[in-house]
């Protein structure tokens, strides 16, 4: 008996093609799921402490970071790690999710060949695994602010009221990375260039982020003039990663007071508290983001196979 061959082709204009595409997807969620679990299971297969790596690794960078701005910088103060280590999960999260999404498809172009199934699986899936790894290190976080903290340091306080805000920065920073992981994802296919043009991006972006400073050190600074100071902060937080970084310190942490450096000497000034104004940009523009990237995906998407 003969098997019937199956031709697979892209939606005709005027289809609706994000909302047909998305319903598609959905068909495959259980495909999702099985890829995502094989990640887990491949990328400390043959390690002995397995997925404790991706919480050891954030915790090493913070004690280096911490020891730097201690004994070499003498710019320490209480609770700093605690800082350094809630802004710098996040960042590690949206790059190690957006670097390993670069070769996702490229990791399964002899399948996609072969197999039916939405190319955009595969970025989900590794954007996805890698949250896996970001909320387990979270959990550490958590053991360590609250539970090892109070033996050695002692009681730091309850987090601030604006923590019932953590599920809604999460959201902002998954729509984000998935949105930005889309479109390197599709550009590495056709210019491998691409990866090590974002990874020598990623170098640049972990200094110019609120990651061991406080963007409240931009509203102060002594090389900005003090007309374009207040400009140039909001401009700052308009950029979504950078408001994420900062909105997990304010989520978590109480408001931190840092020094001055635009006034005269012995003045402080407190980091901002969570704003909602700043909230609304990051989720539109994240939101639109992951759209645009969604869509950019899909029109290349069928010219993957192609790639010789």
């Not at 601030?160 to 994802?185: D, M, N």
């Not at 990866?195 to 640049?204: C, G, I, N, R």
């Not at 408001?243 to 407190?270: F, H, M, R």
Request: glycine letters at 4%; a positive charge.
């Amino acid at each position: 008996m003969t098997t019937p061959s199956i031709i697979i082709k892209p939606l005709k204009l005027g289809e609706p093609g994000v909302i047909a595409e998305a319903r598609e997807m959905w068909r495959y969620r259980s495909l999702i799921h099985t890829l995502v679990r094989r990640e887990l299971k491949i990328r400390y297969r043959n390690s002995v402490l397995g997925l404790a790596w991706s919480m050891i690794n954030p915790l090493v960078q913070v004690f280096v970071m911490t020891i730097a701005l201690g004994l070499i910088n003498g710019s320490i103060s209480r609770d700093m790690s605690a800082y350094l280590l809630c802004a710098y999960l996040p960042w590690n999260f949206f790059q190690s999710a957006v670097l390993d999404s670069s070769t996702a498809v490229l990791g399964q172009i002899g399948l996609l060949k072969k197999v039916y199934f939405p190319r955009e699986i595969p970025v989900i899936a590794v954007v996805c695994s890698n949250f896996i790894h970001f909320l387990l290190a979270m959990c550490v976080f958590v053991i360590y602010r609250w539970v090892l903290t109070p033996i050695f340091v002692g009681w730091p306080g309850p987090p601030p009221r604006e923590v019932f805000y953590l599920p809604l920065v999460i959201l902002v920073q998954f729509l984000l990375t998935l949105g930005v992981s889309f479109f390197v994802c599709a550009w590495n296919v056709f210019y491998e260039d691409v990866k090590f043009l974002v990874t020598m991006m990623m170098s640049f972006l972990f200094w110019l982020l609120p990651i061991m400073y406080f963007a409240e050190n931009l509203r102060y600074s002594v090389k900005i003039p003090a007309h374009w100071q207040s400009l140039a902060y909001h401009l700052y937080l308009a950029n979504p990663l950078a408001w994420v970084i900062t909105a997990y310190k304010e989520v978590l942490l109480p408001p931190k007071i840092i020094a001055n450096p635009g006034a005269l000497v012995g003045k402080t000034a407190l980091t901002a508290p969570f704003d909602i104004r700043y909230f609304a940009i990051a989720l539109v523009t994240s939101s639109l983001l992951c759209l645009a990237g969604y869509v950019y995906f899909n029109r290349l998407k069928w010219k993957f196979t192609e790639r010789p």
